[in-house]
């Protein structure tokens, strides 16, 4: 029996696999470019004009894939590589190359690396903003020189990825029924590779580093994605083992706390596709359900009846669980034409969500509620439209309807009005309806500081925490310069978090959490502890994070949350919760 060899590296899921070793190298080496004069600037100009216009293009598709297999938010890394392909400096860099007598693939990869480099000495995530340079830039090259590449999303069942470094678009191909385990010898917690790996529920460990290259193709390897181990030729043991925990089971009906505390579990939905996979992992409900979805890439809003058959459709998945619909979210950062966006010079802090609800999307607001309405009642109504019969007479879970971008108190009481208003006219129609739950994002420190206020008047908040960390640390995550500072683990977030849990306490308002965080099941415990009632995670992680709910002391939960509460600093947080 052969010995064991133990890397180790950062786990970015609580997972282990067991599987044989497939090296994953899609670096392209070119061969010494020929005499400028032997170039034509022109068409080598040309070539890579169409090179950039087929990158742009595969681009958005494996957004919109990556969308649906992992969720709108994770799909946003995409939203950086495009912005990277049109980035002024790269364009010039790209030209002055040309100027000099490159062919289109030199003068691309010259570009290319002086802005790696400069990228990879830097620290934390903006050393991660190499890997997506290095992966656009292979993008290109395998473009311009048109080499083949290996079918990720087709390797053999029980294989073990292993890389020097994985690109978003690389993880986000994985199919985790043939991916046993992923090993990066780059990257940390936060990079877009355990982004996705994560979100993909795939055993990973990354920023194993240059002793994971000396393991051979074919070996047998284990990823432990909790411990931060990969172990070549693991032993009997070891492999009984990762056998035993290889995953957490679907759980099927509520879960609670060793000593009883209920947490629900819910899914993020963005597309009725997710809806079936939401119930075949266990997810209570759907914590969050992106409307989106029903508004974009046409040329004309849906109707009423169009929304009611959507909005039935997820409701009857689950006729015993609960169906959050958040309202149209859109706003300069997401174009609709027949909405005609104006441009604004800081979309996330402009006209969105419930502020175009309330202004000029008011009748579009209007249209939606009423179907949300209809949408929950559970007589024969069928909205007179071809599709909205469909779910007719089908048991009906239940519905609540959430607002995003809430900074005001009055913008509530604008929309209970609204409400109100729809609800009559309903009344005087004759036409069915039901009154939803009705809640609020807390995704802005406005709302978090007025969370007592907002408890009074609604049913139920759930924090966004993408966007509530942007808010408060000042710092998107998709600006490269100020990336790391995108951590929700940041002691700042973590007390305004608390402070919108405590503010509900004593109220019949409950509260969950909707963002990216909340299906961390490494993250399970401390939230328990900060009090919510209810997690959302991405429909993959929903196993893991009942099953974390399943192991958790709600006392001991309390305990960690408050010791972190107390913590200055992200370092000092992470290492309470246990996490690099």
Same mark, same amino acid.
């Not at 690109?167 to 990257?187: C, F, N």
């Not at 990354?206 to 994971?212: I, M, T």
């Not at 009984?240 to 579990?265: F, I, K, M, Y």
């Not at 949300?372 to 009906?396: K, N, P, V, W």
């Given at each position: 029996?052969?010995?064991?060899?133990?890397?180790?590296?950062?786990?970015?899921?609580?997972?282990?696999?067991?599987?044989?070793?497939?090296?994953?190298?899609?670096?392209?080496?070119?061969?010494?470019?020929?005499?400028?004069?032997?170039?034509?600037?022109?068409?080598?100009?040309?070539?890579?004009?169409?090179?950039?216009?087929?990158?742009?293009?595969?681009?958005?598709?494996?957004?919109?894939?990556?969308?649906?297999?992992?969720?709108?938010?994770?799909?946003?890394?995409?939203?950086?590589?495009?912005?990277?392909?049109?980035?002024?400096?790269?364009?010039?860099?790209?030209?002055?190359?040309?100027?000099?007598?490159?062919?289109?693939?030199?003068?691309?990869?010259?570009?290319?690396?002086?802005?790696?480099?400069?990228?990879?000495?830097?620290?934390?995530?903006?050393?991660?903003?190499?890997?997506?340079?290095?992966?656009?830039?292979?993008?290109?090259?395998?473009?311009?020189?048109?080499?083949?590449?290996?079918?990720?999303?087709?390797?053999?069942?029980?294989?073990?990825?292993?890389?020097?470094?994985?690109?978003?678009?690389?993880?986000?191909?994985?199919?985790?029924?043939?991916?046993?385990?992923?090993?990066?010898?780059?990257?940390?917690?936060?990079?877009?590779?355990?982004?996705?790996?994560?979100?993909?529920?795939?055993?990973?460990?990354?920023?194993?580093?240059?002793?994971?290259?000396?393991?051979?193709?074919?070996?047998?390897?284990?990823?432990?994605?909790?411990?931060?181990?990969?172990?070549?030729? $693991?032993? *009997?043991?070891?492999?009984?083992? &990762?056998?035993? %925990? +290889?995953? !957490?089971?679907?759980? =099927? #009906? @509520? /879960?609670?706390?060793?000593?009883?505390?209920?947490?629900?579990?819910?899914?993020?939905?963005?597309?009725?596709?997710?809806?079936?996979?939401?119930?075949?992992?266990?997810?209570?409900?759907?914590?969050?359900?992106?409307?989106?979805?029903?508004?974009?890439?046409?040329?004309?809003? $849906?109707? *009423?009846?169009?929304?009611?058959? &959507?909005?039935? %459709? +997820?409701? !009857?998945?689950?006729? =015993? #669980? @609960? /169906?959050?619909?958040?309202?149209?979210?859109?706003?300069?950062?997401?174009?609709?034409?027949?909405?005609?966006?104006?441009?604004?010079?800081?979309?996330?802090?402009?006209?969105?969500?419930?502020?175009?609800?309330?202004?000029?999307?008011?009748?579009?607001?209007?249209?939606?509620?009423?179907?949300?309405?209809?949408?929950?009642?559970?007589?024969?109504?069928?909205?007179?439209?071809?599709?909205?019969?469909?779910?007719?007479?089908?048991?009906?879970?239940?519905?609540?309807?959430?607002?995003?971008?809430?900074?005001?108190?009055?913008?509530?009481?604008?929309?209970?009005?609204?409400?109100?208003?729809?609800?009559?006219?309903?009344?005087?129609?004759?036409?069915?309806?039901?009154?939803?739950?009705?809640?609020?994002?807390?995704?802005?420190?406005?709302?978090?500081?007025?969370?007592?206020?907002?408890?009074?008047?609604?049913?139920?908040?759930?924090?966004?925490?993408?966007?509530?960390?942007?808010?408060?640390?000042?710092?998107?995550?998709?600006?490269?310069?100020?990336?790391?500072?995108?951590?929700?683990?940041?002691?700042?977030?973590?007390?305004?978090?608390?402070?919108?849990?405590?503010?509900?306490?004593?109220?019949?308002?409950?509260?969950?959490?909707?963002?990216?965080?909340?299906?961390?099941?490494?993250?399970?415990?401390?939230?328990?502890?900060?009090?919510?009632?209810?997690?959302?995670?991405?429909?993959?992680?929903?196993?893991?994070?009942?099953?974390?709910?399943?192991?958790?002391?709600?006392?001991?939960?309390?305990?960690?949350?408050?010791?972190?509460?107390?913590?200055?600093?992200?370092?000092?947080?992470?290492?309470?919760?246990?996490?690099?």
């Amino acid at each position: 029996m052969p010995d064991e060899r133990v890397l180790s590296g950062i786990g970015v899921t609580p997972r282990v696999g067991v599987g044989t070793a497939r090296w994953h190298r899609p670096e392209i080496e070119l061969s010494d470019p020929p005499a400028p004069e032997t170039v034509d600037p022109e068409a080598e100009r040309s070539r890579f004009e169409t090179a950039r216009d087929r990158a742009r293009e595969a681009i958005e598709r494996e957004r919109d894939r990556a969308e649906e297999r992992v969720g709108a938010e994770e799909a946003a890394v995409f939203d950086a590589h495009r912005q990277f392909l049109d980035d002024p400096q790269i364009s010039e860099g790209v030209e002055s190359a040309l100027g000099d007598g490159l062919p289109a693939e030199h003068a691309v990869q010259r570009t290319f690396d002086r802005f790696v480099e400069q990228f990879a000495g830097m620290e934390g995530r903006m050393a991660e903003r190499a890997d997506d340079l290095r992966d656009l830039r292979d993008r290109l090259l395998r473009i311009l020189t048109d080499a083949t590449t290996t079918d990720l999303a087709a390797v053999p069942e029980g294989t073990v990825l292993l890389a020097e470094r994985l690109t978003p678009s690389d993880t986000a191909a994985l199919d985790p029924e043939r991916v046993a385990g992923v090993a990066v010898q780059t990257g940390g917690r936060t990079s877009h590779a355990a982004i996705f790996a994560r979100a993909l529920a795939l055993p990973a460990v990354v920023g194993v580093g240059d002793a994971l290259s000396d393991v051979p193709e074919g070996a047998a390897v284990l990823v432990d994605g909790e411990a931060g181990e990969v172990v070549v030729d $693991p032993g *009997e043991n070891r492999r009984a083992s &990762a056998d035993e %925990s +290889a995953g !957490a089971s679907v759980r =099927e #009906g @509520r /879960v609670t706390t060793t000593d009883g505390r209920a947490v629900e579990v819910a899914a993020n939905v963005g597309r009725p596709v997710e809806v079936d996979p939401a119930v075949e992992r266990g997810a209570d409900g759907i914590g969050l359900y992106r409307t989106e979805f029903l508004f974009l890439d046409r040329d004309a809003p $849906p109707d *009423e009846a169009e929304q009611m058959a &959507a909005y039935r %459709s +997820a409701l !009857a998945a689950f006729p =015993e #669980g @609960r /169906v959050v619909c958040r309202t149209l979210d859109v706003g300069g950062d997401k174009p609709i034409p027949y909405l005609d966006l104006p441009e604004s010079e800081n979309p996330f802090l402009g006209e969105r969500g419930i502020r175009r609800s309330l202004g000029p999307d008011a009748d579009l607001f209007e249209t939606q509620l009423r179907a949300l309405l209809r949408a929950g009642a559970e007589s024969g109504d069928d909205g007179g439209g071809e599709d909205a019969d469909d779910e007719t007479g089908a048991a009906l879970g239940d519905l609540a309807v959430m607002l995003p971008m809430v900074s005001r108190i009055e913008e509530v009481e604008s929309v209970l009005a609204v409400l109100e208003s729809v609800a009559s006219d309903l009344d005087s129609a004759g036409v069915p309806y039901a009154m939803p739950e009705f809640g609020v994002m807390v995704e802005t420190p406005a709302a978090a500081t007025l969370a007592g206020d907002l408890a009074e008047r609604v049913d139920f908040l759930s924090i966004g925490t993408n966007d509530l960390t942007q808010y408060v640390m000042a710092a998107s995550r998709g600006d490269e310069r100020v990336a790391a500072l995108h951590d929700p683990l940041y002691p700042a977030v973590l007390r305004t978090i608390r402070q919108t849990t405590r503010a509900a306490d004593g109220t019949d308002c409950w509260v969950g959490m909707c963002g990216e965080m909340a299906g961390d099941p490494a993250l399970t415990e401390l939230l328990i502890g900060l009090g919510l009632d209810e997690l959302s995670a991405s429909v993959v992680t929903v196993p893991d994070v009942k099953a974390r709910v399943s192991e958790t002391d709600s006392e001991a939960a309390r305990a960690l949350a408050e010791r972190a509460l107390a913590a200055e600093t992200v370092a000092e947080v992470r290492e309470i919760v246990g996490i690099e």
